[in-house]
């Protein structure tokens, strides 16, 4: 699971908690909210504005009107008309306010009288439609009202009345931007006043959030948990509200333990990789397809003297065997494949791709031999103390003996067919071909040359390419009841835990093996005696004072399973 500084991912899925996103839909609320009610009230604003301006406009319009009826009748007598013109212009200016405010005296045709403004003259009234406006309505009658009209600067608003004396309209008009200019920085400034505010509430609001939705947060990081394992547990719940979000996550809890609890008994009776798919694909099909795999087979020697001596007791013995040689396949990436009263197969390669799969097999095979043995040395030490103060009875010497276990191990690799097969109303997991008989029969050849672990050319091989760990000896050529080859099969020796005077020895009965396969048998019964192995014994008893068959191949023949 991905995990970045804001968000945990599943896949690539961006999980947004819930808190921030009713946060985030409270802040947008709110922020629309306020912005709204600032928009309409600074449109009422706007409005009141206007009919104020207007209301100033006709009121200096009177002013300038009179001014320029006093002026009229002074031009009459001065025939100055420049003079009472700029007296007209004078006491419009008088009003000015803002840096484009304006007075005009429209004639009917357009041309100016007089133009004067703050920042700009004009100098022809260029918006026709305006003045078609005010000419048709003094031609019926209305000689007055206010109007918008453009100019090069923008739109004005204005109020006009028509003069009969100087024949025009005296203009007086403000840019409409210059009102507006003070409504928008009024909204600037509440807006950023709104964001400032909203800022400090969504800080607080983060904190409360985060403070009751705490409950939320827990089970979440615990289902990111869970998702990212594979696996089910419990949330945390000590120390929460008793609210529903704590009641829907120890219902969850409750959930989750009755699905452990199912869970564990799944795992308990099918592979590990059967469990993995089907947590993850949430179903199990009848299929099954070819597998490059390693097979694992052990099983306890003398089992039936066991179970005639135990009895019933036989089981418990077995279950502590089990314990601890199915906890060390797992360890290795093995899958139990099947247990079958005191034998067991086991597979490697199954889903851990990584590792070397027949590595894993051989590494397992000598943790098998040495719980095993371990187990072995606990008895015969219990039987040394029990001995110190008296002898064992018959019967408790029948009981010794069947609990002094010894296994076998047999491992093999190859294609084989891997999967589910059955019906829709029972399945079972299985591995299916030639290499899985052939483990089985490497390990009854374990009894035959008296060593705990034999393995085939392909388990050697493909160990090497990975490891120096083991040292292949060379055991047989071996040709097994139903099959018409030879196979070479090997006793892989920890190089770890074996002394040098081992290797010694096998490296003696290799020399030996060699002169047998040579048919130089006389050479090699020395060797064998030599080399002071029980798996040379055999060879010795098999050989015997005999010389090699006239056609010897160097292959034994075996005439049993």
């Given amino acids: 699971m991905k995990r970045n500084r804001f968000f945990q991912y599943v896949g690539d899925t961006p999980i947004i908690p819930i808190s921030s996103k009713i946060l985030l839909v ?50 009459k007598y001065s025939q100055d008309k420049d003079e009472s013109i700029n007296s007209i212009i004078d006491t419009a200016k008088k009003g000015f306010s803002q840096n484009n405010s304006m007075v005009m005296g429209v004639e009917v045709g357009g041309r100016l009288l007089l133009s004067a403004s703050a920042s700009e003259n004009e100098d022809f009234f260029w918006d026709s439609d305006a003045l078609y406006e005010m000419n048709e309505k003094r031609l019926d009658g209305i000689t007055e009202g206010s109007i918008y009209f453009n100019t090069q600067r923008g739109e004005f608003l204005g109020v006009y009345k028509y003069h009969e004396d100087w024949r025009c309209y005296f203009l ?58 594979q696996s089910m547990e419990l949330i945390d719940l000590s120390g929460a509200s008793n609210d529903d979000i704590t009641y829907l996550g120890a219902s969850f ?101 990584q590792d070397n799969k027949s590595v894993q097999a051989v590494r397992s095979a000598w943790s098998i031999t040495r719980v095993t043995a371990e187990l072995r040395e606990k008895l015969i030490f ?88 083991y040292k292949f000896i060379e055991i047989d050529t071996v040709q097994v009841k139903g099959k018409t080859e030879g196979k070479k099969i090997f006793f892989p020796i920890d190089v770890s835990s074996a002394d040098e005077e081992i290797i010694r020895k096998y490296e003696i009965f290799q020399l030996g093996l060699q002169a047998y396969y040579d048919g130089d048998w006389k050479q090699a019964r020395a060797l064998f005696k030599t080399c002071e192995l029980d798996v040379g014994k055999v060879f010795l008893e098999r050989i015997s004072i005999k010389q090699a068959p006239a056609d010897w191949s160097g292959i034994w023949t075996m005439t049993t399973k």
């Fill in 26 to 75: 409270f802040i947008v609320l709110l922020l629309l909210s306020n912005f709204f009610t600032n928009f309409v009230n600074l449109q009422l604003n706007q409005r009141q504005i206007i009919n104020l301006t207007n209301q100033n406009l006709v009121n200096q319009l009177k002013e300038i009107y009179t001014t320029a009826t006093n002026q009229y009748e002074i031009y």
């Fill in 253 to 353: 809890n409750s959930l989750s333990a009755t699905i452990n609890n199912l869970l564990g008994i799944f795992q308990k009776f099918v592979s590990k990789d059967v469990v993995n798919k089907a947590y993850s694909d949430h179903i199990i099909r009848l299929e099954g397809t070819q597998r490059e795999l390693t097979m694992l087979f052990s099983d306890i020697k003398g089992f039936t003297y066991m179970t005639e001596t135990l009895g019933n007791d036989i089981i418990n013995l077995l279950n502590i065997h089990y314990d601890k040689v199915i906890h060390n396949i797992h360890q290795d990436d093995g899958v139990i494949g099947s247990i079958i009263g005191d034998a067991v197969l086991a597979m490697y390669g199954t889903f851990n791709f």
């Fill in 172 to 229: 007086r008009a403000e840019l409409v931007s210059d009102m507006n200019s003070s409504t928008v920085k009024i909204f600037a400034l509440i807006s950023g006043i709104i964001c400032i505010i909203t800022v400090i509430f969504l800080w607080i609001g983060l904190v409360l959030f985060n403070k009751i939705l705490s409950n939320v947060k827990r089970i979440t990081e615990g289902l990111y948990r869970m998702q990212a394992s």
């Fill in 382 to 469: 219990r039987r040394k103390e029990i001995e110190e103060t008296r002898p064992l009875t018959e019967s408790e010497e029948k009981v010794f003996k069947a609990v002094l276990l010894d296994v076998g191990v047999g491992i093999d690799g190859g294609t084989v067919f891997y999967g589910n097969i059955g019906s829709s109303e029972h399945m079972t997991n299985t591995v299916i071909g030639d290499n899985v008989n052939s483990a089985s029969r490497l390990e009854g050849l374990t009894r035959v040359y008296k060593i705990p672990v034999i393995v085939s050319e392909y388990v050697k091989n493909e160990v090497e390419t990975a490891t120096s760990a």
